[in-house]
DNA sequence: TGCTACTGATGGAAGGTTCCACCAAGTCTA
DNA sequence: TAGACTTGGTGGAACCTTCCATCAGTAGCA
């Protein structure tokens, strides 16, 4: 080490001041990052990672693209983290996930590449949570799982946040939401149309039947190539004069849907959108949307990640993030 | 090493097994593999890169999201880098581009955390690569450089791409092309509004003037804020019966536009994109499209950083990959 | 003074690989 | 059969850190 006879200084002491631990007095502290400095000296990683069993790495499996701008969310969500995550110094291994990714995980637990997995898009019993817990490997999820107890997640209150967008449409003066989201699959699917139905009640009691009884009622999308014509006969059948929906791609199809019916946006239909996705900005009239705190949770996630790294398991094992409303154009108040 | 004890071995040809280097026996490489089978043996990552200066990582300068769908493509090519890169036993390491890059090039170059870079959106002069060029770290980029000489890059032919766009709008009997693309900022924003003359130049020849002259002429558009009424506008003046574009995010705002003068896509307007991203196949008429086929780069580009890797400078520097035209329904043909 | 306690700093060991020089045994050649 | 070459294989050094035991010096205290 060049750095320690540079500065006059054993190689030990270098290590401590570069790593906060042990003891250095003031002088030899200033002589040893002036000389870091001097010679733009930077510790090998590898080296590092050998001796002290840490790489400050964390590996992020990515979900697969599908065919949906839904993930453009995602997107900013992987932003978000590799962000967060440099902020605290750390690294992101980003992985593509496989169909089957035991094997990777396998690999990079075996490996010692990472200190630390994040996980996103959770499902009930999922198997990488499993896997992960079972190799003893430290991980956070963004996205809850039913794993009682130890398991680390942040999420946000999807319910809390349709709930307020019915609020919100009802404030403005409209009189039969609807919602249209997806065929529960996803834990979130049913938590959002849930949301909808606490939010109707709420307004109900509360303004002393604002709405009328259910609302326009719910639909359920089975998939992407339907969603098209199930909306279009809704919005004629049900009649709503506002929709909440599960996604901002929804929303989008909402948009296209009600064009074909001569509807206009905001005036004859309020619409809402769920993600707060940038992409939905672009939208005329632009889109009332629920958004969820990307950054916020990307940190919360780095910061528990962290946690769990240096102090090992022990906090709460569940965090919920609140939701916010941006509003757009497109729930102004309807048509006099 | 315990495998080395385990199967009777000197530690040494553990290592030639797994690397395949030096000469190995069949008996003892069976003996070897079987008992790294047995063990679940997996060589430390760190102690590994110490020794042999590999790291089997490279590094990728994810930009940032822009308020642009646009960037959806560039999601795709992530995935397919992480994918290729997976398939050459590369991990990637995605790091965010801050306003000045410089920084954290010089430390994951420093670290030896990486054995490449992957640089996108490459500007004339791209500061970044001259870093890593300085500093004697391999990279590849995604998009031409114009440093003349010794840098790698892969890249589509967008010139051809859309010359081929009015080929086949020509073919479907269209007769006023115009192009609308951005104002020139980057080396393709040129190219592709270059490949528009030259199409029509072409075609204009071979077919004794199918189409009228310049067709309906180009229209450069200056940002997103104001893209949808220079669209309107240009839509109503120069009177195009099909518009090539130079984003699938443009032809969206096109589809916009059209709308709002009641021009129904395909019939009375033709639409072509360009990136074939996988949002566009969500309008409605499908959106014809040039795509660029981001596995292909993407796996050019990585077995381009592992030649730098393992053989150092020395190849061509460039290459240039050919785009396809995906077929949609918003080129089936005018109106009669 | 003699003992303990603390501060600041040190050198050597360890961590898990790959690389290198070298070796034993067998094969070929003159 | 001596010498050279090839094959299969070995152990130790090196890679660059962090960790640990230890030490010299100083201060506090009875």
Redesign the interface.
Known sequence: MDVARAAGVGKSTVSNVLNGTGRVGEAARRRVLDTIEQL???????????RSRR?M?LAYL?P??Q?E?T??IM??F??AL??AA?GQHY??????EAADPSD?IR?LV????VDAFVLSELQPADPRAELLHRLGMPFVCFGRTDRRGRLAWVDIDDAAGVADAVAHVIGRGYRRPGYIGYEPRTYWDAEREAGFRAGLAATATATARATDGDGAGVLRLAD?ATA?ASIRSFLVSARPDAVLTGSDKIAVIVY?AA?ELGLRIGRDLAVVGFDGS??A??L?PRLTSVVMPVEDIASRVVERAQLLIERGPGDPPGEILPTWLREGQSTTGPAA
Do not use: E, F, K
């Open positions: 733009g000296y930077q510790p090998h990683q590898g080296a590092r990672s050998l790489t790495r990515m697969p693209i065919l701008p993930n453009l997107m900013q992987l932003q590799l962000t440099a690294g992101v291994l980003v992985v593509p990777d690999r075996a490996d010692r590449s992407d098209r296209g064009a940038v992409g900005t672009l005329s």
